[in-house]
């Protein structure tokens, strides 16, 4: 079975293509565009390249696409992508506005450019089916909670990856193999020895999640992707009474707040420099403090994060690096790490300074507490699951 797996931001079109089945999985291809204006052009441009480059004969041969939607109304899990699901993205469209309108639009954009493949979403929101109903919820009147708001959760696919490819290093293929089955079965018991992984995804947007034999058990995000960690423009975590004294103090519109929190705040507002981490690491070495205190701040959140769900689990047994700045950035890497040696976690400074971008262990051989950088493969997570949603249709 052949899928093809599309990633699609506000103006930026990605793509692999996987041959699936029954024995294991081969990604025959993968591209991308940037500055897209029209989806239709870029997917007929992205089919005619697979057929010039004689990976596919026809168009006609991909079976399925899936699509790693972020959040909806009153759906999750993995669906087919439908116009219910459709329906879905647009009704929190204002929750999540970098993200749902591309989806709704590329799924549009699918449906009519490929009318043979079966369209199918997992939603980033499907990790985090079974956190205990009181870490999801916020202590909001009935009302508030009855429109749907609570904590969510996004980076599901990566933080999956991350669970069942750190329970495999750590040598539990039972963990492993009840991770990869979640979405099929729900959480199975586990005999023997708890493992107890904190994955931190750390990139343009990021996230912490606790997760418990393979099962999320809770994540720094919340009803939006606008919650816990700085992010590269967004805020993270803001006491919601400092909107209505920034509205009154300084005479903001609601539309004006959204573009500050959305756009001009996380590491890019803290710093005033840049939104990308290499850029305001250069700034730090010139001295500059806005620049460290922004860094500081990302890591500080981080090891709050880290701290509570290691507590929530009664301990921690390996913290897990993914994304672009925490696949490639070893000073934020150390600086999390540091001073816990006391609760079993030692960094090997050298594993960690000669790790970009590769799956490795970088805490000592001595260290209780693993420290793993695995690289972010939602793709891979998408692929099967769609394969698995497909193949139990036919
Ligand atoms: P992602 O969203 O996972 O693609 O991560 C993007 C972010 O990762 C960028 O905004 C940078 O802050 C960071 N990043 C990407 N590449 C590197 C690198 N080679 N070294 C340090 N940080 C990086």
Redesign the pocket.
């Known amino acids: 079975m052949l899928v093809l797996i599309a990633n699609l931001g506000s103006t930026s079109f990605k793509y692999r293509l996987f041959r699936m089945d029954a024995t294991g999985d081969e990604m025959l291809a993968k591209g991308g565009f940037e500055r897209v204006t029209d989806y239709s052009a870029v997917i007929e441009e992205t089919l005619q390249t697979l057929v010039q480059n004689g990976i596919i004969s026809s168009p006609e041969e991909i079976d399925a696409v899936g699509f790693k939607t972020v959040l909806g109304k009153n759906i999750n899990g993995c669906v087919m992508a439908d116009d219910a699901c459709v329906a879905a993205l647009e009704g929190f469209a204002d929750v999540a506005p970098a993200h749902n309108p591309p989806y709704a639009n590329g799924i549009r954009q699918f449906a009519k450019s490929l009318p043979s493949a079966k369209l199918v979403a997992l939603f980033e929101t499907a990790f985090y089916q079974w956190v205990p109903e009181e870490r999801q919820t916020y202590a909001l009147p009935q009302e508030w909670r009855n429109i749907g708001i609570r904590r969510y959760g996004f980076h599901g696919a990566s933080h999956k990856f991350v669970a069942e490819r750190s329970a495999e290093l750590l040598g539990r293929n039972d963990v492993a193999a009840s991770t990869a089955a979640l979405y099929q079965n729900g959480p199975s018991t586990i005999a023997g020895k708890p493992l107890r992984i904190v994955s931190c995804?750390?990139?343009?947007?990021s996230s912490v999640t606790g997760i418990y034999n393979g099962v999320a058990i809770g994540t720094s995000m919340g009803f939006s992707p606008q919650s816990g960690l700085p992010q590269?423009n967004r805020v993270g975590e803001l006491d919601s009474g400092a909107i209505p004294y920034a509205m009154r103090t300084l005479g903001l519109t609601l539309e004006e707040v959204e573009v500050h929190l959305t756009k001009k705040s996380g590491?890019l507002g803290l710093s005033g420099v840049s939104?990308?981490?290499?850029d305001?690491?250069e700034a730090v070495l010139t001295g500059n403090q806005n620049a460290a205190l922004a860094i500081n701040h990302l890591v500080d959140s981080i090891r709050h994060w880290t701290g509570a769900f290691a507590w929530q689990m009664g301990g921690i047994d390996a913290i897990v690096f993914?994304?672009?700045?925490?696949?490639?950035?070893h000073v934020l890497r150390r600086a999390v790490c540091a001073g816990l040696e006391e609760m079993g976690l030692i960094l090997d400074p050298e594993k960690n300074v000669a790790c970009?971008?590769t799956e490795a262990v970088i805490s000592t051989d001595e260290s209780r507490v693993k420290v793993f950088v695995i690289p972010?493969y939602e793709e891979l997570v998408l692929a099967r699951e769609v394969y698995r949603k497909i193949s139990h249709l036919s």
């Open positions: 995804h750390l990139g343009g947007s590269n590491l939104n990308d981490i290499r305001i690491h993914t994304a672009g700045i925490g696949e490639n950035h970009r971008a972010a």
